[in-house]
C-alpha cells in the first residue's frame, strides 16, 4: 500500500507533509527548465544510475537495480549532497565532508587556503580548519617588524567569506578546531562569547592525553609556540574556562585527538589535526569522505510486539551494496581541488552509517539507554562493520586495494583484529577497496526526509515536536511533525492508545545513557560520531563537567553537549 501511494509523484508518496517539503527542497530535481524527478522512485532512479555511470555496461543494470532497490523505502539513506547532486548537470560534488590543507603561517598562505576553502563550499562541501598553525597574536612578524593579529582574526576573514558563499544553506559550514597548548586557546574558547561573531563556525578544543592528565593530577599546563613555554597556567583552569563556556552556549566543542590519531586506521599515512564542520569525519588535509546512513527503523519486524527482531540478514546486505555504491562515488564525484580529488582516490574513504537507532530499539519494546540497548547497539555496529570490511575486501579482489594501502601496517590496526576471524582473512587475502569505512554522520535532514525517522544515534527527542525551519531564502517556518516509531505505533494500535514504555525520549535520559550509547557504538566506528548529549538546563556545573570526563573514559573520540538556555535556544520545540 504504501509502495503504491510513493509511485503517484504528489506529496502523497509522504504520510507527513515535512518530508514531502524536504524532498521538493533538497533532494528532487528540478532544473530552470522543469521538474526533472516526477516522483520519489525516479529520485531513487536517478541517484542509482548516476552512481552506477562509471560501471561496465555488461553488469550496469544489475548494479542499478542493486543500489536502486537499497535506497527504496529508505533503507539506504545517501548524504544530502548525493542526493541532491548525483546523476544531475549541477556542478557540485557528492561528498559532504572535507578538511582543507594544513593552513601555511603567511599571509599568502591564509589567503590561497581561504581561495580553496570558498571553492569547495561553492560546490556544497562543509570544510574544516586547523587553526593551530597560526602564530599567536601579538607575536612578531619577521621581515615586517610588526606583531601578528593571531589565528581569531583569520577566523573573522573565513567566517565573512563563508557567509557570503553559503548565503541561505545555515550555520555551522565550518569547524574550527585548536589545540590546548597554543597560547592563543583561551581567546578560541571565548571567540563565540560574542553571539555575533563566528557565526559559521562550529569550534573544537583539540585535547591531548597529556593535557587530559594535568587536569586529573592538578598540574600546571604550558601554552607553546614553536617550542617555547609563552605562558603556563593551571591545566584546570583552562578545563574550567573551556566548561563554563560550553555550559553557557554549547560551544566548543572537545576532541581527543590523540585517541582519534591512535584509532586511525590510516595513522601510518597520515596526523590528524582537524574534522570536517560537524565533527563526525576526522580527516588528514585535503582530506574528503562520501556519507550514507543505513536506516535501522526500517529493519524491524513485528514491532511492539514479542516477536519484533532487526533482520540482521538484510542489514548485512544493505553495507554491502552500500559500500560498492560509495566506493563508486568517489569516481563519479566533482570536487573543487586537485588535491581534494588525488586524496579521494589515493585512500578511498568512505562512511557508511546508521539511523534510526533509537526508533528501532523502542520497536523492539527496549528502553534507549539501558543495558539491552547498548547491547543491541553494540551488536549491530559490530555486524556492521564486519560486513563493510568484508564487502570492500571483495571490493579489492575486483578492483584492487585502495593505492596507499600498506597490508602490514594496516593489518595491525585496532579495528582490524577486532573483526570477525573470517572476515580478518578476506582482508588479508585481498586488501581493501577503502582506507576507512564507518563513520555516524548527523543525519537531520535526511532522518526528516525519511519519515521523521530518529537521527543518527540520537534518542527520539519528543513523539512530536514543532521543528524550526530555515528554507533557501534565510525564512524560518515552524512544522509540527511526529516521531517516525510513534507513528507506526499509532498506525498498528490507534492514534489513542498509549505509547509502551520503550517509548524514552530526551528529557528521559541522564547524561550517563548518552555516553553508553555513544560508547558503545565508538567501538564499531573507524571514524567519529556527531553525536549531542543533551542535558537539562539546571544541571549543576561540576555534574556537567564530569560528562566530558566519562566521555573521555568511556573511548569516545570527543564529546559535544547542549543545555537550552536563553543563550542556546532551541531548534525543536515540544
Known amino acids: ?91 557540485v560534488t557528492l561528498c559532504n565532508t572535507f578538511v582543507m590543507r594544513t593552513i601555511p603561517d603567511s599571509v599568502d598562505g591564509i589567503m590561497d587556503t581561504l581561495k580553496d576553502a570558498a571553492l569547495t563550499m561553492q560546490m556544497g562541501g562543509g570544510v574544516g ?28 576573514i573565513f567566517d565573512a567569506t563563508c557567509k557570503m558563499i553559503v548565503s541561505g544553506m545555515g550555520r555551522g559550514a565550518m569547524m574550527a578546531t585548536m589545540r590546548c597548548d597554543h597560547p592563543n586557546i583561551e581567546a578560541f574558547i571565548n571567540a563565540k562569547s560574542d553571539r555575533t561573531r563566528l557565526r559559521n563556525f562550529n569550534m573544537s578544543v583539540m585535547a ?49 585527538i590523540d585517541r582519534i590519531n591512535a584509532v586511525n586506521p590510516l595513522r601510518y ?13 576526522p580527516l588528514p588535509p585535503n582530506g574528503t569522505c562520501p556519507l550514507a546512513s543505513i536506516n535501522l527503523a526500517q529493519l524491524v519486524s513485528a514491532p511492539f510486539t514479542t516477536d519484533a527482531r532487526l533482520d540482521v540478514t538484510q542489514l548485512r546486505q544493505l553495507v554491502r551494496v552500500a559500500v560498492r555504491m560509495f566506493d563508486n562515488s568517489l569516481d563519479v564525484s566533482r570536487f573543487a581541488l586537485d588535491a581534494q580529488r588525488q586524496q579521494a582516490q589515493d585512500q578511498r574513504r568512505i562512511g557508511v552509517g546508521v539511523t534510526g537507532v533509537a526508533n528501532a530499539i523502542a520497536m523492539m519494546g527496549v528502553r534507549y539507554g539501558s543495558s539491552k540497548a547498548v547491547f543491541l547497539l553494540g551488536s549491530w555496529m559490530q555486524t556492521i562493520q564486519n560486513a563493510a570490511y568484508g564487502a570492500s575486501a571483495l571490493l579489492a579482489n575486483e578492483r584492487g586495494a585502495f593505492p ?38 548527523p543525519t537531520g535532514t535526511t532522518s526528516m526526509f525519511a519519515e521523521n525517522v530518529s537521527s543518527g544515534i540520537e534518542p527520539i527527542f519528543s513523539t512530536s515536536f514543532t521543528r524550526t525551519i530555515t528554507k533557501a531564502n534565510g525564512e524560518k517556518s515552524s512544522e509540527r511533525v511526529m516521531d517516525y516509531a510513534a507513528w507506526q505505533f499509532a498506525q498498528i494500535y490507534g492514534p489513542n492508545a498509549a505509547l ?64 537550552p538556555n536563553a543563550t542556546t535556544g532551541s531548534v525543536l520545540s515540544l
Request: hydrophobic letters at 45%; glycine letters at 8%; one cysteine or more.
Open 1 to 91: 500500500m504504501r509502495d503504491a501511494k510513493r509511485t503517484q509523484g504528489t506529496t502523497a508518496e509522504f504520510p507527513q507533509p515535512l518530508a514531502a517539503q524536504i524532498w521538493q527542497a533538497k533532494y528532487r530535481y528540478a532544473t530552470a527548465g522543469g521538474i526533472v524527478d516526477q516522483t520519489l522512485d525516479e529520485t531513487w532512479a536517478r541517484v542509482a544510475n548516476g552512481l552506477a555511470a562509471h560501471k561496465a555496461l555488461a553488469v550496469r543494470d544489475k548494479v542499478v537495480t542493486d543500489f536502486h532497490a537499497a535506497m527504496h523505502d529508505f533503507k539506504v539513506l545517501p548524504g544530502g549532497r548525493i542526493l541532491s547532486g548525483c546523476g544531475t548537470a549541477r556542478h
Open 129 to 156: 580548519f586547523d587553526f593551530s598553525m597560526l602564530r599567536p597574536s601579538g607575536t612578531v612578524v619577521r621581515g615586517l617588524d610588526c606583531r601578528a593579529a593571531g589565528p581569531l582574526a583569520a577566523m573573522d
Open 208 to 256: 591531548t592525553n597529556e593535557f587530559m592528565a594535568a587536569i586529573a593530577a592538578d598540574e600546571t599546563w604550558d601554552l607553546v609556540w614553536q617550542g617555547a613555554v609563552m605562558r603556563r597556567l593551571r591545566a584546570r583552569d583552562l578545563w574550567n574556562a573551556i566548561m563554563k563556556q560550553t555550559y553557557a552556549a554549547a560551544e566548543p566543542g572537545v576532541l581527543f
Open 269 to 281: 599515512l597520515e596526523v590528524i589535526a582537524a574534522t570536517n564542520s560537524c565533527a563526525e569525519q
Open 404 to 441: 596507499l594501502y600498506d597490508a602490514d601496517k594496516h593489518l595491525a590496526s585496532r579495528g582490524i583484529q577486532a573483526l570477525n576471524q573470517d572476515i580478518r582473512a578476506l582482508v588479508e587475502q585481498h586488501g581493501l577497496r577503502n582506507g576507512t569505512l564507518t563513520t555516524i554522520a
Open 500 to 563: 509502551p514504555d520503550s517509548f524514552v525520549t530526551v528529557a528521559d535520559l541522564s547524561p550517563d545513557d548518552h555516553i553508553a550509547m555513544q560508547a558503545a557504538a565508538q567501538e564499531w566506528i573507524d571514524s567519529g560520531i556527531s553525536r549531542t548529549v543533551n542535558c537539562p538546563e539546571d544541571i549543576p556545573f561540576e555534574a556537567f563537567k564530569g560528562i566530558y570526563r566519562a566521555a573521555y573514559d568511556a573511548g569516545c573520540k570527543g564529546c559535544t553537549t547542549y543545555r
